[in-house]
């Protein structure tokens, strides 16, 4: 087990390296619990690999996009002073704002440089320092709390894939519509459809009447 947690295929290339870890550690193969219908019981429950902790998710995320966007900004930033003119105010070399859809949740994470490798970043009322290096292989290497992760990032079509520490997660280009509709019927409640067509009703007599 110890062996495939070091393994580290970056690429387009997919593997179920993370989910066989998390099966050979899963207590019924510990226990030699198994049989011939195990796997299928896991496949069934839609059992999936252990993800990296939401926190290093969110982190990690925040300070790849920011570094990813960082030189971007500066060719900007240095394209208007060459120009002889001030850089509009949305383009700012220190503060950026980075949005992260993971698992179906949407963060908002106002990061700010502080060097050329810290950042603090800051949600809703929680403040965290940090600090990046970028490896020669590509990765960054984060130090976050005294503790240090390693992550690699891949781009795909569903979005970024993020592996941190050997784990993996995926910083989804938007939100699937099937989460944001279960979403909306748990805390909305159900449209029906007669109601939306007599609103509908209701606005073409009003556009009736004003013509």
């Given at each position: 087990v110890l062996g495939l947690k070091e393994i580290q295929i970056r690429g387009e290339i997919r593997t179920n390296v993370d989910y066989t870890v998390d099966l050979l550690n899963a207590a019924e193969y510990r226990e030699n619990k198994i049989h011939t219908g195990w796997l299928d019981s896991r496949i069934a429950m839609r059992v999936r690999a252990?993800?990296?902790?939401?926190?290093?998710?969110?982190?990690?995320?925040?300070?790849?996009?920011?570094?990813?966007?960082?030189?971007?900004?500066?060719?900007?930033?240095?394209?208007?002073?060459?120009?002889?003119?001030?850089?509009?105010?949305?383009?700012?070399?220190?503060?950026?704002?980075?949005?992260?859809?993971?698992?179906?949740?949407?963060?908002?994470?106002?990061?700010?440089?502080?060097?050329?490798?810290?950042?603090?970043?800051?949600?809703?009322?929680?403040?965290?320092?940090?600090?990046?290096?970028?490896?020669?292989d590509g990765g960054l290497l984060m130090q976050l709390d005294g503790n240090s992760h390693v992550i690699y990032a891949e781009t795909e079509a569903a979005g970024t894939r993020l592996l941190i520490n050997g784990r993996t997660c995926l910083l989804q280009v938007k939100i699937a519509r099937s989460v944001f509709s279960s979403w909306f019927l748990r805390n909305i409640g159900v449209v029906s459809v007669v109601t939306v067509a007599a609103n509908c009703m209701e606005i073409h007599k009003l556009i009736m009447s004003s013509e």
């Open positions: 252990e993800r990296p902790p939401w926190y290093l998710s969110v982190v990690g995320g925040a300070l790849y996009e920011a570094s990813s966007r960082s030189s971007s900004v500066v060719t900007d930033y240095v394209g208007y002073l060459s120009k002889g003119q001030i850089p509009p105010k949305h383009i700012s070399l220190v503060n950026l704002t980075v949005t992260l859809n993971i698992d179906g949740s949407k963060y908002t994470i106002e990061t700010v440089r502080g060097g050329p490798r810290s950042y603090k970043l800051r949600i809703n009322e929680s403040e965290v320092e940090a600090e990046i290096h970028s490896l020669r």
